[in-house]
C-alpha cells in the first residue's frame, strides 16, 4: 500500500542534543510538510517541499532545519532541541499544491530530557 | 485571519445518535475545507472535504454542510458508534497563486474530542 512513513515512531533526546526525524512516502507526491503538534493541540505547520523548493513558515524558529534529497525522502533536524520542542511531528504529503488533499504518517514523538 | 475556529471542544454522544462539530473562518481565501479524524498517537486521517462550490458533501456516515455566506463549515457523523471516537480537526487551506506561489499548507481548528458513549 503507498503510505508515508515516518521513522523512529519515538524519539528521546538530550537537551541541545542535535536529532534529525525521518520521513518517507511511496505515494510519489511532489509536496511533503513537516508538522509540529503539541499536547491536546492542532499541527502547526513548520515548512514544506514543493519538489526542491522550500517553503518555511515565518514563525518556524531558526533551530528547525529541513532536507529533501530525493522525491521520496525528507528529514526535520532540530539542531539544539529545547525543552519546549517535545511533541509529535507529523510529516504529510499532497500530490501537488493545487490539490492539497494531504496524507500524514503516523508520527514521531519526540521527548527532550 | 488565517484561524479557523472549532466548537466544541469536546462532546458526548450516544451510540447511534448524531454527532455535531462546526467551524468557522474569516479568510475568503480559503478554498478547500478538510475533516481529519485523530486517534491517540496516530497521525491524522482524512475523512472527508469540500471545496466552496458545493453546500453539502457526503461519504457513508459522514457529511460535511457548508454555508458559504456564513463562513462556516460542519462535520455530521450519523449513527455515532464507538469506534468514531477520536480527535477530529476541521482545516483549511488556500490556493497557491493566492499566497504567492506556494501553499502554506492546512490551518487546523484546534479540535473537537468526541466521546460516544455504547
Known amino acids: 500500500d503507498a503510505m508515508v512513513i515516518q521513522n523512529p515512531r519515538y524519539q528521546v533526546t538530550q537537551f541541545g542534543k542535535p536529532v534529525t526525524l525521518s520521513c518517507s512516502q511511496t505515494?510519489?507526491?511532489?509536496?511533503m510538510y513537516w508538522y509540529q503538534q503539541k499536547s491536546s493541540q492542532a499541527p502547526k505547520l513548520l515548512f514544506h517541499?514543493?519538489?526542491?523548493?522550500?517553503?518555511n513558515e515565518a514563525d518556524t524558529p531558526d533551530n528547525f532545519q529541513s532536507r529533501r534529497p530525493n522525491t521520496s525522502f525528507c528529514f526535520l533536524d532540530i539542531r539544539s532541541p529545547g525543552l519546549g520542542d517535545a511533541a509529535m511531528y507529523l510529516c504529510?504529503?499532497?500530490?501537488?499544491?493545487?490539490?492539497?488533499?494531504?496524507?500524514f504518517g503516523p508520527g514521531t514523538r519526540l521527548t527532550v530530557l | 485571519q488565517q484561524q479557523v475556529k472549532q466548537s466544541p471542544q469536546s462532546l458526548i454522544v450516544q451510540k447511534g445518535g448524531i454527532s455535531i462539530i462546526n467551524c468557522a473562518y474569516e479568510?475568503?481565501?480559503?478554498?478547500?475545507f478538510p475533516w481529519y479524524q485523530q486517534f491517540p498517537g496516530k497521525g491524522p486521517a482524512l475523512l472527508i472535504a469540500?471545496?466552496?462550490?458545493?453546500s453539502e458533501k457526503k461519504e457513508g456516515r459522514f457529511t460535511i454542510s457548508f454555508n458559504k455566506s456564513a463562513k462556516q463549515f460542519s462535520l455530521h457523523i450519523m449513527d455515532s458508534q464507538p469506534g468514531d471516537s477520536a480527535t477530529y480537526f476541521c482545516?483549511?487551506?488556500?490556493?497557491?497563486?493566492?499566497?504567492?506561489?506556494?501553499?502554506?499548507?492546512?490551518?487546523f481548528g484546534k479540535g473537537t474530542h468526541l466521546i460516544i458513549q455504547p
Open positions: 504529510a504529503t499532497s500530490r501537488d499544491l493545487e490539490y492539497n488533499e494531504q496524507f
Open positions: 505515494l510519489n507526491h511532489n509536496v
Open positions: 517541499y514543493y519538489d526542491k523548493d522550500f517553503n
Open positions: 479568510n475568503t481565501a480559503f478554498d478547500y
Open positions: 469540500i471545496r466552496p462550490d458545493v
Open positions: 482545516a483549511a487551506s488556500m490556493p497557491p497563486y493566492y499566497s504567492g506561489g506556494g501553499a502554506d499548507g492546512l490551518t
